[in-house]
C-alpha cells in the first residue's frame, strides 16, 4: 500500500514539475472547443482543438485534467464535427477516420455513436456537394469545348487550344478534349515548326556565308547543307554548290586528301561528338566524289544526329520555359510550352507531367477551389499503461532499458522528436509506409531510466508545420537484486560461485576439445545466427523495405545471399508489424525448368501454409501460371494472422538468374503475379548473380520492379568476431592468425569459414589449444 500511495505521489511530482507550457493548457482548449461547438462557433473550435493537439496528440478515455478530475478526450471527433458546421466536408471526413484509427474512441460508446452519425451527415453532404459540382463542371467543360470547336474553325488555333486546355484542366479525363487537344497540339506544333525551320535555316545561311567569306569552306558547306535540309526550296541549295566548286578547286591546285581517310576522319568526329566539324568533312568529299555512296549514307547519319540535337535542345528550352511559367504562377505559360513539346511526342513524360501540374493550378483557379484544410498529426502508443490511484496511467517497468514504440498517423511526411523528463533528446528510429494516401509513421524511442517515475514527451511535425504532442509515464522500479546493500552479499555469493563455475567452464573446453569441436562450415548455408556476422544492417534493410516493396540482393557467388535468405525465413515470422504478419516461402530455382516454374512457386507455397493441392502442383499436368493465380486466390482469403493482422506471402526466391533462361513471355507472367488483386499480399526477396544486366534494360519486364541491395563482404571487425567468439574456451586463435585469415579472404564469408574449417581440424590433430599464422600457411596450401 506504501509503494502504490509514493508511486501515486511521484506522478503528481513529475506533473508538478512539468514546464507551464505542457501542464497548463490541452484541456482548456479542449473545454474551450467544446463550448464553441456548443454556441455554433466551428471557427473557434477549429482554432482551440489545434492549440489542444499541440500539447497533447493522443486520444483517451477518462484522461486526467487537473487534480481528480478526468475527461474523454476525441481532439479529432470534435474537430471533424468542427470541420463538418463549417463545411470542409473532406476534411471533416479525414478527421473522424484519423479519430478511429487511434482507437480510443471505440472504448466510449456514446462518441463511437457521434462519429458514426457525423460520418454519415458529412459523407452524404459530401456527395451532394459533388454532385452539383460535377453538372456545373460538365457544363463548363462543354462551354469551353464548343468555344474551342468555334475558335478553331475562325483560324485562331492559339485560342482554340487555352479553350481545350481549361476544358481539361476541369476534366483530364474527358475523352473529347484530349482528342480535340491532340489534333490542335499537332497544328500548333507543324505550324511553329515551319517557322523555326525557315528561322533557322536563315541563321545557318548568314553563319555559312560568315564561314565562306573567312576562307572555311568546309564549315560552310556543313551550315548550307544543314539549311537545306530545313528549307530545300530555298537559296541554300544554290550557295552549297558553289561551295563546293571552290572546294574542288581548291583541293585541284594543292594536295588532295584521300576520300576514304576523309570518312574515317568524320566517322571519329561524329563518334567524338564533334557533329558539325564531321559533316563539314563529309561535305569535302562529297564536293570531291558526288556519287560516293558511302559519303552519302555518312552525311545522312550525321544531319540525323544534327536534327536530333537540336530537338533535343528545343524540347529542354521549352521544358524550361513551362517550368518557369508554374513558378511564376502562370499556368497557361506553363501549358502551351508544353504543349509544343507534346505536339511533337504526345507521350513525353516531363511534359505531361508539367501538363498536369499546370492543370491543377489552373483548375483551382477555374472553380475557386481552396487548399484542403491541414490536420495535426496523430499519435498512437502501443500503450501498456495502468492508472494509478489519482487516474494518471503510468507503464512500470522492472529495468532501466526502456523502448517506447507506437505510430504518427498523417497525410504528409513528419518529424519525430522524443526527450525526457530534462528535455534531454532521446534515441528514436522511424520507418515509414503509406496505406490508401495516409503516412503511417512508426516510431521507437530508447531511454535508459533512473529509479521512480520518467516522462517520455514525443512531439511531431508535419510538412506543413502543423505539430502535436504527447507525454508518456513509465516508472521503473528497481529490482532488489540491483539494490546497492545486496552488492556485498552478492558478492561474497559470487567468490564461492566462480570457482565452481571456473571448473564447469574447464570441463566443458576439455570435453569440447576431446570431441573436436568445430562450429565452422563451409558449403551449405549458414543456420546458426551466432554464425551470423556483418549482415545486421541488411537483414534490417530487408525487414524494413518487404512491408512495401520486392527486393533483389545481388553479390557474387558464395557471398552468402543463401545464408541471407535462410535467415530471413527466420526472422520475417516475428517480425513486429502493425498490419501485416509474414509467412516466408523458399523458393530454390535452381536447376528448375521453364514448363515446371509455376508448378515448383506453387508447391513451395502449399508446403508452407498446409494447402494439399498447391503442394502437389508438380504432379499436376499442364499447371501453369494461371492454375497459380486461381491457387493463389483460393487460399490467400482463408490465411489468418493469430493477432488479426493481414497475411504477406513472401517468396524468398534463391538462384533467381535461372530467369534469365526462361522466356520473355513467362517472366512477364511471373511479374504479372505481383499486379494481381492480391498484390498486395504478395512480395518478394529473390537472390542471384548477374540477373541486374539482364533486367536493367527498358525491355524486360523486371525494369524497374525491384528494390537492389548488394551483398558484399564483411567488415574485417565482424570477420574477427566469426573467427574468434565461437572456439572461446576451447581454442585460443592468435592475433596474427586472424588478421592472415581475414586478408586472405578479403571479406568473403565462405572463405572465412572454409579456412577456419580447415585450421581448427589441423588444431584438433596435433591436439593444441591455439591456433597459429603456421597453421592457417599450411592449410591454405594444401
Request: proline content about 4%.
Amino acid at each position: 500500500m506504501n509503494r502504490r500511495w509514493l508511486a501515486s505521489a511521484a506522478v503528481i511530482v513529475v506533473l508538478g514539475a512539468a514546464p507551464a507550457s505542457w501542464a497548463d493548457q490541452w484541456y482548456e482548449h479542449y473545454a474551450r472547443a467544446e463550448a464553441a461547438l456548443a454556441a455554433e462557433n466551428p471557427e473557434t473550435a477549429i482554432d482551440e482543438l489545434g492549440k489542444a493537439l499541440e500539447r497533447r496528440g493522443d486520444s483517451g478515455v477518462h484522461v486526467r485534467t487537473y487534480g481528480m478530475r478526468v475527461t474523454d478526450y476525441f481532439p479529432y471527433l470534435k474537430l471533424g464535427i468542427a470541420y463538418f458546421k463549417a463545411g470542409q466536408l473532406e476534411a471533416a471526413l479525414r478527421a473522424f477516420d484519423t479519430e478511429e484509427r487511434l482507437g480510443a474512441v471505440g472504448r466510449s460508446e456514446s462518441a463511437m455513436a457521434e462519429l458514426v452519425r457525423y460520418r454519415g451527415l458529412a459523407a452524404g453532404e459530401l456527395e451532394r456537394v459533388r454532385s452539383e459540382r460535377r453538372r456545373a463542371l460538365n457544363e463548363l467543360v462543354e462551354r469551353n469545348l464548343t468555344e474551342a470547336r468555334r475558335l478553331r474553325a475562325a483560324g485562331r488555333i492559339d485560342d482554340a487550344m487555352g479553350a481545350v486546355d481549361r476544358a481539361l484542366a476541369l476534366a483530364p479525363e474527358d475523352g473529347a478534349a484530349s482528342a480535340l487537344a491532340a489534333e490542335l497540339r499537332g497544328e500548333i506544333a507543324r505550324r511553329r515548326d515551319e517557322v523555326e525551320r525557315r528561322e533557322r535555316a536563315a541563321e545557318l545561311i548568314a553563319e555559312g556565308q560568315r564561314l565562306r567569306a573567312a576562307g572555311e569552306l568546309a564549315e560552310s558547306a556543313a551550315r548550307f547543307r544543314q539549311a537545306e535540309t530545313l528549307a530545300p526550296a530555298g537559296a541554300a541549295s544554290g550557295l552549297l554548290a558553289a561551295v563546293q566548286a571552290e572546294l574542288v578547286a581548291r583541293t585541284t591546285a594543292g594536295a588532295a586528301p584521300v576520300p576514304d581517310e576523309q570518312l574515317r576522319q568524320a566517322e571519329d568526329l561524329l563518334a567524338a561528338g564533334r557533329i558539325d566539324d564531321a559533316l563539314g568533312t563529309v561535305q569535302e568529299v562529297l564536293a570531291r566524289v558526288p556519287e560516293s555512296t558511302e559519303a552519302a549514307n555518312l552525311e545522312s547519319r550525321i544531319l540525323e544526329r544534327i536534327a536530333d540535337r537540336d530537338r533535343d535542345a528545343e524540347t529542354k528550352r521549352l521544358l524550361a520555359e513551362a517550368e518557369a511559367g508554374l513558378a511564376a504562377g502562370d499556368p497557361e505559360a506553363a501549358i502551351a510550352a508544353a504543349n509544343l513539346v507534346l505536339g511533337g511526342e504526345r507521350d513525353h513524360g516531363e511534359a505531361l507531367e508539367v501538363i498536369r501540374r499546370a492543370y491543377g493550378v489552373l483548375s483551382r483557379r477555374l472553380l475557386g477551389a481552396a487548399e484542403a484544410e491541414n490536420l495535426p498529426p496523430a499519435i498512437r502508443f502501443a500503450d501498456l499503461r495502468t492508472e494509478t490511484r489519482d487516474g494518471e496511467p503510468v507503464q512500470r517497468v522492472s529495468e532501466p532499458d526502456f523502448r517506447l514504440s507506437g505510430v504518427v498517423i498523417d497525410d504528409s511526411e513528419v518529424s519525430i522528436r522524443a526527450t525526457d523528463s530534462a528535455g534531454v533528446e532521446l534515441s528514436t528510429a522511424v520507418s515509414v509506409q503509406t496505406v490508401g494516401g495516409i503516412r503511417i509513421t512508426e516510431f521507437r524511442v530508447d531511454a535508459k531510466l533512473l529509479p521512480g517515475v520518467s516522462a517520455v514527451e514525443l512531439a511531431a511535425t508535419d510538412d506543413a508545420g502543423s505539430s502535436s504532442r504527447s507525454r508518456y509515464l513509465v516508472e521503473y522500479r528497481r529490482p532488489a537484486i540491483r539494490s546497492p546493500w545486496l552488492w556485498g552479499l552478492l558478492t561474497g555469493a559470487a567468490l564461492a560461485l566462480a570457482g565452481g563455475s571456473f571448473v564447469r567452464r574447464w570441463a566443458t573446453s576439455r570435453r569440447l576439445r576431446r570431441q573436436r569441436f568445430n562450429p565452422f562450415v563451409a558449403g551449405p548455408p549458414v543456420l546458426d545466427p551466432s554464425l551470423l556476422v556483418g549482415r545486421d544492417a541488411l537483414l534490417d534493410r530487408v525487414l524494413a523495405t518487404v512491408p512495401n516493396n520486392s527486393l533483389l540482393l545481388l553479390g557474387e557467388r558464395r557471398i552468402g545471399k543463401t545464408t541471407v535468405l535462410h535467415q530471413l525465413r527466420r526472422r520475417l515470422p516475428e517480425l513486429d508489424h502493425p498490419q501485416f504478419c509474414f509467412l516466408p516461402v523458399p523458393v530454390d530455382l535452381q536447376g528448375v525448368a521453364e514448363d515446371e516454374f509455376f508448378a515448383t512457386v506453387a508447391e513451395a507455397v502449399g508446403e508452407a501454409i498446409g494447402d494439399g493441392p498447391m503442394a502437389a502442383a508438380r504432379s499436376t499436368p499442364g499447371y501453369d501460371s494461371r492454375a497459380l493465380v486461381r491457387d493463389l486466390r483460393r487460399v490467400l482469403p482463408e490465411l489468418e494472422c493469430p493477432d488479426g493482422r493481414r497475411p504477406k506471402i513472401v517468396l524468398l526466391l534463391d538462384e533467381i538468374d535461372e530467369l534469365n533462361q526462361y522466356s520473355h513471355r513467362t517472366n512477364q507472367r511471373l511479374r504479372g503475379l505481383f499486379m494481381r488483386s492480391f498484390a498486395d499480399q504478395l512480395v518478394a526477396v529473390a537472390a542471384g548473380v548477374g540477373i541486374a544486366r539482364e533486367w536493367e534494360h527498358e525491355g524486360s519486364p523486371w525494369y524497374n520492379f525491384f528494390e537492389e541491395l548488394e551483398v558484399g563482404p564483411v567488415d574485417a571487425t565482424a570477420a574477427k568476431r566469426l573467427l574468434v567468439e565461437p572456439l572461446k574456451g576451447v581454442i585460443v586463435v592468435d592475433e596474427a592468425a586472424v588478421r592472415w585469415i581475414i586478408e586472405i579472404a578479403d571479406g568473403r564469408p565462405y572463405l572465412l569459414q572454409k579456412i577456419a574449417l580447415a585450421a581448427v581440424q589441423r588444431v584438433h590433430a596435433h591436439d593444441r589449444t591455439r591456433m597459429t599464422v603456421a597453421d592457417v600457411e599450411a592449410v591454405v596450401r594444401t
